[in-house]
């Protein structure tokens, strides 16, 4: 046995592909991926409208803004990372993938999520300041302290997952390669390695913690504050007007965080069905891109004055080149 182990220690096993398994046993699967197709349709359209916008509309290029940019940013980024892909694979039945692509990919996915999540902390803490500190709002979230806050939130980003993956490149794969998963996650990719996992195990836990348990933890904190200082307002209108500013990001942190939540501490604590996994991690992956610009931007006074006052212009700027065009 002991022999065993010191071979395969001696020998470092790097496959040429692997094979994504994704949904088995159910019948008409890839209408469901059809379904994926329409909601990056969507994403892509949604996002790049937001970001259009804000680039635009100097009006908009306030720090609050920029929030909403970088988040809008990754949403497009984080969808065109996990949804083409998934196409490719699944409705064209290209199930292999090369390893360094593989890894890639894991890397793409799981970067633009980790920022997808801190962005929504700086959306959380942007409130708190808003509410808590009326007064003194335009003086703390400046453009220059929210471009450092999302500046390190990148970093910091780039650095975890690059350990993360990092750590899957040290491993050994000689037996299954089928991976079961819709990609290559970092679970159900490291457990199939022959050597040993405590470090990949003990950095899933991390990229848990901070991907999901800490942001949750600071949104908490910042909405504890939020409702104390709102308890202290006399007047009912302002006090509504104050959480109808909430409500919105609310809703976001939780269509981005639970499905993920859940997934992860059914798969930390006990068992989940593949299947189950793959449907839950696909939407947690796919609907917020979705709906983020909608239910947090497009909806918001401030920007559809913008989009109305940028029909506007061009309307006019068109008419303006009709009437200068020579007659016959």
Same mark, same amino acid.
């Given at each position: 046995?002991?022999?065993?182990?010191?071979?395969?220690?001696?020998?470092?096993?790097?496959?040429?592909?692997?094979?994504?398994?994704?949904?088995?046993?159910?019948?008409?699967?890839?209408?469901?991926?059809?379904?994926?197709?329409?909601?990056?349709?969507?994403?892509?359209?949604?996002?790049?409208?937001?970001?259009?916008?804000?680039?635009?509309?100097?009006?908009?290029?306030?720090?609050?803004?920029?929030?909403?940019?970088?988040?809008?940013?990754?949403?497009?980024?984080?969808?065109?990372?996990?949804? !083409?892909?998934?196409?490719?694979?699944?409705?064209?039945?290209?199930?292999?993938?090369?390893?360094?692509?593989?890894?890639?990919?894991?890397?793409?996915?799981?970067?633009?999520?980790?920022?997808?999540?801190?962005?929504?902390?700086?959306?959380?803490?942007?409130?708190?300041?808003?509410?808590?500190? !009326?007064?003194?709002?335009?003086?703390?979230?400046?453009?220059?302290?929210?471009?450092?806050?999302?500046?390190?939130?990148?970093?910091?980003?780039?650095?975890?997952?690059?350990?993360?993956?990092?750590?899957?490149?040290?491993?050994?794969?000689?037996?299954?390669?089928?991976?079961?998963?819709?990609?290559?996650?970092?679970?159900?990719?490291?457990?199939?390695?022959?050597?040993?996992?405590?470090?990949?195990?003990?950095?899933?836990?991390?990229?848990?913690?901070?991907?999901?348990?800490?942001?949750?933890?600071?949104?908490?904190?910042?909405?504890?504050?939020?409702?104390?200082?709102?308890?202290?307002?006399?007047?009912?209108?302002?006090?509504?007007?104050?959480?109808?500013?909430?409500?919105?990001?609310?809703?976001?942190?939780?269509?981005?965080?639970?499905?993920?939540?859940?997934?992860?501490?059914?798969?930390?604590?006990?068992?989940?069905?593949?299947?189950?996994?793959?449907?839950?991690?696909?939407?947690?992956?796919?609907?917020?891109?979705?709906?983020?610009?909608?239910?947090?931007?497009?909806?918001?006074?401030?920007?559809?004055?913008?989009?109305?006052?940028?029909?506007?212009?061009?309307?006019?700027?068109?008419?303006?080149?009709?009437?200068?065009? !020579?007659?016959?």
């Amino acid at each position: 046995m002991s022999k065993t182990a010191n071979m395969l220690n001696a020998t470092f096993v790097r496959p040429a592909s692997f094979f994504l398994n994704g949904l088995s046993n159910i019948p008409h699967a890839k209408y469901y991926y059809v379904f994926l197709c329409f909601i990056y349709i969507m994403t892509v359209l949604g996002n790049g409208l937001l970001l259009s916008i804000i680039y635009l509309v100097k009006t908009l290029r306030t720090a609050k803004y920029m929030i909403v940019f970088n988040l809008a940013l990754t949403d497009l980024c984080g969808s065109t990372a996990l949804i !083409p892909k998934v196409l490719d694979t699944f409705l064209f039945d290209r199930r292999y993938i090369v390893y360094e692509a593989c890894l890639s990919y894991m890397f793409f996915v799981w970067f633009f999520a980790f920022v997808q999540s801190w962005t929504l902390v700086t959306m959380a803490y942007d409130r708190f300041i808003a509410i808590c500190f !009326p007064l003194r709002y335009h003086r703390i979230v400046t453009k220059t302290a929210i471009a450092a806050m999302l500046l390190f939130v990148w970093v910091l980003s780039l650095s975890v997952v690059a350990c993360m993956t990092g750590l899957i490149d040290r491993l050994s794969f000689c037996g299954s390669l089928v991976i079961q998963s819709f990609y290559c996650d970092h679970g159900p990719l490291y457990r199939l390695a022959c050597n040993d996992t405590s470090l990949n195990y003990i950095m899933a836990y991390v990229i848990f913690i901070i991907i999901i348990c800490v942001p949750l933890v600071l949104i908490a904190f910042t909405y504890v504050c939020i409702a104390i200082a709102l308890s202290r307002i006399a007047s009912g209108v302002e006090r509504l007007k104050a959480l109808k500013t909430c409500t919105s990001h609310l809703i976001l942190v939780a269509i981005f965080f639970l499905p993920l939540l859940g997934t992860n501490l059914a798969v930390l604590t006990s068992y989940i069905h593949p299947n189950a996994r793959i449907l839950n991690s696909t939407l947690a992956h796919t609907i917020p891109s979705l709906l983020n610009p909608i239910i947090y931007s497009l909806k918001t006074e401030e920007v559809l004055n913008s989009i109305r006052k940028l029909c506007k212009n061009e309307w006019l700027r068109n008419i303006t080149s009709f009437k200068k065009m !020579p007659s016959l």
